[in-house]
Structure formats: C-alpha cells, structure tokens
T-cell receptor, first 117, second 110 residues
C-alpha cells in the first residue's frame, strides 16, 4: 500500500543531544513537509522541499535541519540548538501542483512524539 | 495578518444540530483549498477539497468565496463522532506551500 511512514512513533531525547526523525513516502510525491504541533495548537511549518536536493525554511526552522537526498526520504534533525523541542512532529507529502492545477492535497504520516528528558 | 485564520472554538453543539464554521485567507492568489479533520493525538486527515462551485459529501458541505476570501464548512445532523478539530488548509499559488489554519475544535454533545 502506498503511504507515508514516520518513525519512531515516540522518541525521548536528553538535553543537548541531536536526534533525527525519519519520514519515508512511496507515493512518488515531489513535495515533502515537516510540521510541529504543540498541545492545543495548530501546525507550524518547519521545513519543506519540492524537489530532491532542495529545501526551504518554514516559519520555525531555527534549531532544525533537513536533507532531501532521495525523493522518498526527508529526515528531520532536531539539534541541541532547539531550546524547546518537546512536541508532536508531523511529516507530509504532496504532488507539486503545476501552475493552475488544483487539489494538491497533503498526506500525513502518523507523527512522532518527541520528549526531552 | 495571518495567512489563514480560523475561530479556535470550541463549538459545543448538541447531537443532530447543524454547525458551520468559516476560515479566512489573506492571499488572493491562493490556489487550492481543503478541510482536514484531526482527532486528538492523531495526524490530520483530508475531509474534503473545496471547489469554486461548492461541493457536498453526505452531511458535509464546503463553500469557497473568492471575492471575500473565505471558505466554509457546514455539518448537518451532527454525530458524536464528528467531535474533532477541523483544519482549514490553503495552498499558496506562488510556491505551492501548504498553509494550515490553527483549527476549530468541535464538541458534539449527547
């Protein structure tokens, strides 16, 4: 079945450590996104990528890094520079809409809950 | 002004009632519009796309008003299982960036 997979589902990190969250999709989507969600809050965009080897910062990129070496994979590293990393992280993918094309809906993975201990 | 704005609610509605919420967007060049549903501690899932002509899917009706830059979601004959957070989503035309509203919480009361 086609889909988008995030791992791990739960992750614990000690202060000062870097951790990497995995996101893989087999939907042949060009675009991939990372969002952060805090309790009772909306989704905030961290990074997004529309093509291999290229990515752009979202609204809250500080303390995070990404890579897009393969179309299927868009891992997110939460670095020690991120002062408050405890949150629910969601990865999504979508078709890149050609100009004038509509309905480029996003498909989400099940999310990773990161807790700093 | 935020790109996508929603009333956070919560909307507390008795079972069987009709409920409607709106979402406004600031970028007139926005391209695509969606409503997503998010259950507690789960990922968002697509509820329905929103077309210029409006569209209906069972008890759910979505409308787009480009002139006033808002989209709406109407839920008729609400069920307990409709309790969730409803996210308004807009795709920005110039770079296909997907922008989420913060969501509207809906509680259906028995």
């Amino acid at each position: 079945d086609g889909g988008i997979t995030q791992s791990p589902k739960y992750l614990f990190r000690k202060e000062g450590q870097n951790v990497t969250l995995s996101c893989e999709q087999n939907l042949n989507h060009d675009a991939m996104y990372w969002y952060r969600q805090d309790p009772g809050q909306g989704l905030r965009l961290i990074y997004y990528s529309q093509i291999v080897n290229d990515f752009q910062k979202g609204d809250i990129a500080e303390g995070y890094s990404v890579s897009r070496e393969k179309k299927e994979s868009f891992p997110l590293t939460v670095t020690s520079a991120q002062k408050n990393p405890t949150a629910f992280y969601l990865c999504a993918s979508s078709i890149v809409g050609a100009r004038g094309r509509t309905n480029t809906e996003a498909f989400f993975g099940q999310g990773t809950r990161l807790t700093v201990v | 002004r935020k790109e996508v704005e929603q009333d956070p609610g919560p909307f507390n509605v008795p079972e069987g009632a009709t409920v409607a919420f709106n979402c406004t967007y600031s970028n007139s060049a926005s391209q695509s519009f969606f409503w997503y549903r998010q259950d507690c501690r789960k990922e968002p899932k697509l509820l329905m796309s929103v077309y210029s002509s409006g569209n209906e899917d069972g008890r759910f009706t979505a409308q787009l008003n480009r002139a006033s830059q808002y989209i709406s979601l109407l839920i008729r004959d609400s069920k307990l299982s409709d309790s969730a957070t409803y996210l308004c989503v807009v795709t920005r035309n110039r770079d296909d960036k997907i922008i989420f509203g913060k969501g509207t919480r809906l509680h259906i009361l028995p």
